[in-house]
């Protein structure tokens, strides 16, 4: 059983930072974990994603250069690292998982695992 479960999420002026993470459980190293965000009125938007086993990254155009993926292997926690945010980054951020491993691009129905989320609020 996977679960998944965002935490860091808050409020920040506009080129600040902050960092968000996805404790999980119920994935193997042959596994993609994502990140995607989802703006009230809007499509749920891609943002980054990462293969567990080999350590392959892809980002969201919207975000390349400023956000940062990783995973922390000891501790089953899938890391978002956000840098410059702009007003438009506000969101609602989930982490996600797809267990047979990445796909090319990064759309939400390739995953079949979802946390919560945890609300990202940008000001400027």
């Known amino acids: 059983q996977v679960q998944l479960v965002e935490s860091g999420g808050g409020s920040v002026q506009a080129g600040g930072s902050l960092k968000l993470s996805c404790a999980a459980s119920?994935?193997?190293?042959?596994?993609?974990l994502a990140w995607f965000r989802q703006a009230p009125g809007k499509e749920r938007e891609g943002v980054a994603r990462?293969?567990?086993?080999?350590?392959?990254?892809y980002y969201g155009d919207s975000v390349k250069g400023r956000f940062t993926i990783s995973h922390d292997n000891a501790g089953n926690t899938l890391y978002l690292q956000m840098d410059s945010l702009k007003p438009e980054d506000s969101a609602m951020y989930y982490c996600?998982?797809?267990?047979?491993?990445?796909?090319?691009?990064?759309?939400?129905?390739?995953?079949?695992?979802w946390g919560q989320g945890t609300q990202v609020t940008v000001s400027s």
């Open positions: 996600a998982a797809r267990l047979a491993g990445c796909v090319a691009g990064l759309v939400h129905s390739d995953f079949a695992f």
């Open positions: 119920g994935y193997t190293w042959r596994s993609c």
């Open positions: 990462m293969y567990v086993g080999g350590g392959d990254t």
